[in-house]
């Protein structure tokens, strides 16, 4: 399944066309996972979670693992936020949740004794720092007690850091702790947008942080912006890009803004008249495109640029990228084991999720359960279209070839249903589609979710349901 065409070494930029784009963008899933989170069902629980690392043991499965660890907490609301979060200055709080956290870490540790090689570790949020250096001194002694660390060099070991949250010495600090890598959140430069989603942040305290992740030796330095914010226009997004670009980060992730209030409250504190309108939307998204591109970043995919020599580029050259809940990897073969409320883990053909509460999440630890709420169990048809999707998502291509010899299918009767769907979106020049592959066109890049819901069997069983999902541009 890693087999790339001959174009695809060639990695051709992203292609903007605006009619297209218009025409096209509708909701549609992410697919950080296949099948998406919203068809987890409360009937997979803890025993079937145990069933899957079991499953791991019975093969043999000696592949390292992947580490993510929730921590929700955060001092201020920032008005865009959609995370899983705590907004709380009250300290105790994560004094708690720390200990209960270690608990946690401790059963799943329990559960993966003998193939427990860890080669990549992400903490997100909340805001991680959150943590003093002391809890975060304990829980990553807590993570190295019960999982074994591949070397740094090897391994890929990030935290997600607000930098109003922190100063040099605690970044010399993080990178002492062990870990190499660094995703900054900026979302946008200028003073008005701050001001408009409640995050004020000078630009020489950002660059103070990327400069001392530099001094610390971090392998690698992302910056998290955001377009369709209020107040934002193609004027102040192209001061701000000025800007990262000058701060030259190894990878840049550009997310659209999905206003939707009425399922996270943050949002609700934002004037529906200060939001740009889709047609500006659109003519920012193609401003950093164009911008990037020109600064000799790679268009990884979905909102991701990397330099040409970040591991994620050679990874995506190399036919090695892999999605999942934390965005794009390079660790493909890695089970996905999370700890954390809301946290998601992807273990064998299964996804399971946490509890989304601090309440429910302390009751199940204290019942000496792991705090699952609901997962799913992956069928062969599940795992075949995850395999095409993770494909079209990570390399742009699907070798038709590959994926018969991966799978008892035969792939044009298998998915001829599906086949007829495309042929109308190669007619509109997103992709080729021969009988050897199918390869999404520069300018079909951005729309690739748009090729991906095609083979979506659960989208396509949910047709009656309202749809939850951002644009797909």
């Not at 943590?131 to 007690?145: I, K, P």
């Not at 001001?195 to 392998?219: K, L, Y």
């Not at 997004?237 to 670009?245: F, N, P, Q, S």
């Not at 950093?288 to 909102?303: F, H, P, T």
């Amino acid at each position: 399944m890693s087999v790339l065409s001959p174009s695809a070494l060639a990695c051709p930029a992203v292609e903007f066309d605006a009619a297209l784009i218009g025409r096209m963008s509708l909701q549609g899933p992410r697919y950080t996972s296949y099948p998406t989170a919203d068809r987890f069902s409360e009937s997979f629980d803890y025993g079937d979670y145990l069933e899957a690392v079991a499953g791991l043991r019975a093969r043999n499965k000696a592949n390292p693992l992947s580490l993510y660890v929730h921590i929700p907490f955060c001092d201020t609301v920032c008005y865009y936020c959609a995370c899983n979060k705590i907004v709380t200055r009250d300290r105790e709080k994560a004094t708690t949740y720390l200990d209960y956290l270690k608990r946690e870490i401790a059963m799943q540790g329990q559960q993966f004794v003998g193939i427990n090689e860890v080669s990549q570790l992400h903490l997100g949020g909340g805001t991680p720092t959150y943590f003093s250096d002391a809890q975060m001194d304990e829980l990553l002694l807590t993570l190295r007690r019960w999982f074994r660390f591949a070397p740094d060099a090897e391994g890929e070991y990030a935290i997600e850091v607000d930098p109003r949250s922190v100063d040099a010495a605690r970044i010399a600090r993080l990178r002492e702790q062990g870990f190499n890598r660094i995703s900054l959140g900026v979302q946008d430069f200028d003073d008005r947008v701050q001001r408009a989603v409640n995050r004020i942040q000078p630009e020489s305290e950002t660059r103070a942080m990327i400069d001392a992740a530099r001094a610390a030796g971090f392998r690698s330095i992302n910056i998290d912006l955001i377009y369709g914010l209020p107040l934002q226009s193609t004027v102040t997004m192209a001061a701000t890009l000025d800007k990262v670009v000058a701060a030259a980060p190894d990878r840049i992730s550009i997310y659209n803004y999905a206003h939707l209030p009425h399922l996270f409250k943050p949002q609700r504190r934002i004037a529906d008249a200060d939001l740009p309108s889709p047609e500006e939307k659109l003519r920012m998204l193609s401003l950093c495109i164009e911008r990037l591109q020109e600064a000799g970043y790679v268009y990884i995919g979905m909102d991701h640029f990397a330099r040409p020599d970040d591991e994620l580029a050679i990874a995506q050259r190399q036919g090695r990228l892999h999605r999942n809940f934390q965005g794009y990897s390079t660790h493909a073969d890695a089970d996905l084991v999370s700890c954390g409320v809301s946290a998601i883990s992807a273990v064998g053909a299964t996804y399971s999720q946490n509890v989304k509460t601090l309440d429910a999440y302390y009751s199940l630890l204290d019942s000496h359960r792991l705090p699952i709420a609901r997962g799913i169990r992956l069928s062969m048809d599940d795992v075949l279209r995850r395999s095409i999707i993770q494909m079209l998502m990570c390399n742009f291509e699907l070798s038709i070839a590959a994926l018969q010899q991966a799978y008892p299918i035969e792939f044009r009767s298998y998915f001829a249903a599906e086949l007829e769907q495309l042929e109308t979106m190669r007619e509109d020049g997103l992709l080729t589609l021969d009988d050897e592959w199918i390869t999404i066109s520069a300018r079909g890049r951005l729309l690739v979710r748009n090729v991906c819901m095609v083979f979506d069997r659960h989208l396509r069983n949910r047709s009656a349901e309202p749809l939850r999902y951002s644009r797909t541009i």
